[in-house]
């Protein structure tokens, strides 16, 4: 009850403060005409601008305090997205700017301008020291050259030295030079705020100025506080709540059509969801081209021997790499044999799992210079050592080539290992050890696994996104995706490190993924790198902070107009033959192509992706392309991601949120008020979160209740998909995800019940209602949703309604002009405790009259499937 009666009191504390301050400044008649603000920071991880104003710069009251108004996005997540010495000046331009130092090592400085220091603008970092750092910047202007002087000092070991450069723009700088240090005067005051020394800048301004940070604050503090709700508290939020009426009128000979796609799924190799997960292959680090480089040094036993080992006293292996299959995979395995019963064993991935009577496919390419060369003698084993199923491939040539075998399992079991024995002794050659169940999705060779794939396609997605998000544009310059490095036969593939910090055999490439979305009936939707890295990259310094060379970028552009070719292009063009020769002589009807991924929005990006736009605009029009509008539903990057797209005309845009459960319930109306003349937009990455992570029942109402507003707005929200969507257990980097799994189980979670239900029944028409309540408290009526939809191919009628209340909803659905006697419905509820993980949807048939009077339990998601509905004329 203690932490209840706290947050109550916290909220009624903040609501009596905003009504104070809103009603203080906007009442008081003896406001000053100017005050100062002072603009400091901390310096530490993720802090960013605050400020405090004073009337006499003796008395300084913070904003917030600590409120952020600009944070530094540079330098990858961790230590890295800091504010160091920040200095607030206003330029000649009429325009606030701010320049700070970003840490103690790169030779970059930051620089941010805003109209009014409540909206920033793009922040560029140039490069002034190629081998020092840059400390401490500092701006003067001189008014005769109009021109700006960035002093700054760089500090190594116990040598202080100064540099400056000029700028009349902030975009094109001089050249770096040496100045003497007493030339860098440092302009910073140092003040006490509640009781704390911080070291910042002082500017004057209007009274209005302070206003507006202090009211931007409050407004902000405030949403936080309704967005901060959760069910733990509603126990004492609702407890004088009395029953609640619901009548939801829709007249069904009105109408409006929506997107037929949207809802679809976005597959990105986060939490082994590809290698160890979809991708069926049981063999762990099969062309042993694992490096410390996958981890970034993080583990030490990742390397070109992870998984593997060899039995047998005086034998060994080494790695090497003189004359491998292909220049791709560069590594082998060398065995050196001096005894019969020498095995090289690999133990997959938390082990094989394998199933009595199932057979699997194993394959090795392997050379022997031995003039006896044997055969291999493959076997699973068991974890007491039990052979479970054996097989042998034919004698071993001195020229790599490949050899395959039938493996049937005679028992099943969870956690067996597979051992290759060499028929002979002396020196042999092995790479690219393969096992594959026969039993995979759809019994595709080099296929996915069989369950999950099967589990994927039960939430009937309309397209997939593919191959991710922060995969797809990387980590660094050389770690971006390339779709050519995906396809052919698996020995040709460029295997590479994974932004998540583990391994991409790359397997599971190009040709998979469209062949996957073509098996489960969903538009394939890929998503390219805009020529730039992922923001939050830390491969070469702040990797994000550069581009493909503009000198290499047609090419680049080639790439991408060239997948294109690979996925719709006739079997004589050039691209299109290679996707005939793996397998599939028709096109892949590719319609989608998104470009970039919650990229930082800098002129540098700018400039990559209009170049990539414009030439897919004019070779290929027919292809939606869609643009990126950063990681967040506001901030900077959207805000220039938006302007971009709506400049060159792109007809989408992907939006990112991952957001509280109150953040969904007190923003159904987001969509409404967007300009239907712009861009349309892709959802592309969205999820409920709690503290912890949970994927819970209350996560999953929040989401649905979320989807009505976006049903009701699939006029301009195209498409969404919920991310990311699996993880395997032990290796779950990222929370909540859609399903979890492990080597024999596959654990959908609630949240997979809610987009399956959204998923197996959509539409394309959109029936507008109206809401009467007995009780219109906003927190009330922002828990209670309905939409009402019809799939023009059925003739079917969809009715989804939300109750997130602690109590039960007396409930009437009135469907006007339509014939509802005796027709039947599908009935289908999820409902239970908040925390829930494992609630499950019940299905019952009713009668549509149903709707005329019903109960909507506590806590539920119920959706009304009424078969062939007429209109009355």
Same mark, same amino acid.
């Given at each position: 009850m203690t932490a209840i009666f706290n947050f109550q009191k916290q909220k009624k504390y903040f609501l009596g403060l905003l009504f104070a301050f809103f009603t203080a400044f906007s009442a008081f008649a003896n406001n000053p005409k100017v005050a100062y603000i002072f603009s400091y920071t901390s310096g530490k991880s993720f802090d960013g601008l605050h400020f405090a104003w004073s009337t006499d710069k003796i008395n300084w009251h913070p904003i917030g305090p600590e409120y952020s108004y600009i944070h530094s996005d540079y330098g990858a997540w961790g230590s890295q997205k800091r504010m160091v010495s920040p200095i607030v000046f206003s330029g000649a331009d009429g325009q606030w700017h701010c320049v700070w130092s970003l840490n103690e090592k790169d030779g970059n400085f930051a620089h941010a301008s805003s109209k009014d220091l409540l909206y920033w603008g793009r922040q560029s970092y140039p490069v002034v020291m190629t081998d020092k750092n840059c400390l401490m910047p500092e701006v003067t202007y001189n008014k005769e050259k109009q021109e700006y002087t960035v002093s700054w000092i760089s500090q190594e070991q116990a040598e202080t030295k100064a540099w400056s450069t000029t700028t009349k723009d902030f975009k094109k700088y001089t050249e770096t030079k040496s100045i003497p240090v007493s030339e860098h005067k440092n302009s910073r005051s140092t003040i006490i705020i509640s009781g704390k020394s911080e070291t910042?800048?002082?500017?004057k301004v209007d009274w209005s100025v302070v206003d507006g940070l202090i009211k931007t604050q409050q407004l902000s503090a405030y949403k936080n506080l309704l967005w901060s709700e959760t069910a733990k508290t509603d126990k004492d939020r609702f407890a004088d709540l009395k029953p609640v009426d619901a009548k939801f009128t829709a007249d069904v000979s009105k109408n409006k059509k929506i997107s037929n796609t949207l809802l679809g799924i976005f597959f990105e190799d986060i939490n082994y969801g590809a290698d160890g997960g979809l991708y069926?292959?049981?063999?762990?680090?099969?062309?042993?081209?694992?490096?410390?480089?996958?981890?970034?040094?993080?583990?030490?036993?990742?390397?070109?021997?992870?998984?593997?080992?060899?039995?047998?006293?005086?034998?060994?292996?080494?790695?090497?790499?003189?004359?491998?299959?292909?220049?791709?995979?560069?590594?082998?395995?060398?065995l050196s044999i001096k005894q019969a019963g020498t095995a090289l064993e690999n133990e997959g991935f938390d082990g094989i799992a394998v199933k009595a009577g199932e057979k699997h496919d194993f394959s090795v390419f392997a050379r022997s210079a031995e003039s006896k060369a044997g055969k291999l003698l493959v076997r699973l084993v068991g974890k007491n050592g039990e052979v479970l199923g054996e097989a042998s491939t034919t004698a071993i040539s001195k020229d790599w080539k490949?050899?395959?075998?039938?493996?049937?399992?005679?028992?099943?079991?969870?956690?067996?290992?597979?051992?290759?024995?060499?028929?002979?002794?002396?020196?042999?050659d092995v790479d690219l050890i393969s096992l594959f169940p026969q039993k995979t999705f759809k019994g595709r060779k080099n296929g996915l696994r069989a369950d999950l794939g099967q589990t994927i396609a039960d939430l009937k997605p309309k397209f997939m996104r593919f191959p991710g998000g922060c995969v797809a544009h990387g980590d660094g310059l050389e770690n971006i995706y390339r779709w050519k490095n995906t396809i052919g036969p698996l020995e040709t593939r460029k295997p590479m490190p994974n932004l998540w910090r583990y391994h991409q055999t790359v397997g599971l490439g190009y040709f998979e993924y469209f062949q996957f979305c073509e098996d489960i009936g969903a538009a394939p939707l890929p998503v390219i790198a805009a020529g730039v890295p992922c923001q939050n990259s830390s491969t070469g310094g702040a990797g994000q902070q550069c581009g493909i060379p503009m000198a290499e970028m047609e090419s680049y552009v080639q790439d991408i107009l060239d997948l294109v070719e690979y996925a719709n292009?006739?079997? +004589?063009?050039?691209?299109?033959?290679?996707?005939?020769?793996?397998?599939?002589?028709?096109?892949? =009807? /590719?319609? !989608?192509?998104?470009?970039?991924?919650?990229?930082?929005?800098?002129?540098?990006?700018?400039?990559?992706?209009?170049?990539?736009?414009?030439?897919?605009?004019?070779?290929?029009?027919?292809?939606?392309?869609?643009?990126?509008?950063?990681?967040?539903?506001?901030g900077t990057d959207y805000q220039e991601g938006w302007d971009i797209a709506s400049k060159l005309g792109v007809p989408m845009v992907d939006e990112h949120y991952y957001q509280s459960p109150g953040w969904f319930i007190y923003n159904q109306d987001y969509y409404d008020s967007y300009d239907r003349s712009k861009p349309k937009v892709y959802l592309g990455e969205y999820a409920s979160h709690l503290p912890g992570r949970p994927n819970c029942l209350e996560t999953a109402l929040s989401e649905a209740l979320y989807l009505t507003s976006v049903e009701r707005n699939a006029d301009v929200?195209?498409? +969404?998909?919920?991310?990311?969507?699996?993880?395997?257990?032990?290796?779950?980097?990222?929370?909540? =995800? /859609?399903? !979890?799994?492990?080597?024999?189980?596959?654990?959908?979670?609630?949240?997979?019940?809610?987009?399956?239900?959204?998923?197996?029944?959509?539409?394309d028409l959109y029936i507008p209602s109206e809401t009467a309540l007995s009780n219109n408290q906003e927190n009330v009526k922002s828990r209670i949703a309905i939409s009402v939809i019809r799939d023009s191919k059925s003739s079917d009628l969809i009715v989804k309604l939300v109750n997130m209340l602690p109590i039960p909803i007396s409930t009437s659905v009135d469907l006007k002009n339509s014939n509802l006697e005796n027709t039947q419905a599908v009935k289908t509820v999820l409902t239970g405790e908040p925390s829930d993980k494992n609630a499950r949807p019940t299905v019952t048939s009713c009668s549509a009259s149903e709707l005329a009077k019903t109960e909507l339990p506590a806590y539920s998601f119920t959706v009304y499937r009424i078969k062939t509905i007429g209109t009355k004329k």
């Open positions: 910042g800048s002082i500017n069926a292959e049981l063999i762990q680090n099969r062309d042993f081209e694992y490096t410390p480089a996958d981890t970034k040094g993080r583990d030490k036993t990742w390397n070109s021997t992870k998984s593997w080992s060899l039995k047998g006293e005086s034998s060994k292996y080494v790695i090497d790499s003189i004359n491998p299959i292909h220049p791709n995979n560069k590594h082998y395995a060398k490949k050899y395959n075998a039938v493996i049937t399992s005679k028992i099943t079991e969870a956690n067996a290992s597979l051992e290759i024995v060499p028929q002979m002794t002396g020196e042999l292009g006739d079997v +004589t063009t050039k691209w299109g033959k290679k996707r005939a020769e793996a397998g599939h002589p028709k096109p892949f =009807n /590719l319609k !989608y192509i998104g470009i970039g991924n919650e990229d930082l929005i800098t002129d540098l990006f700018e400039e990559r992706f209009t170049m990539i736009f414009k030439a897919m605009k004019e070779k290929y029009p027919e292809i939606t392309v869609i643009g990126t509008v950063g990681p967040n539903f506001e929200v195209s498409m +969404t998909s919920y991310a990311p969507l699996l993880a395997k257990d032990k290796h779950t980097q990222w929370n909540p =995800n /859609l399903i !979890y799994f492990n080597n024999t189980e596959v654990k959908p979670t609630v949240g997979y019940e809610v987009q399956k239900l959204y998923g197996q029944n959509d539409g």
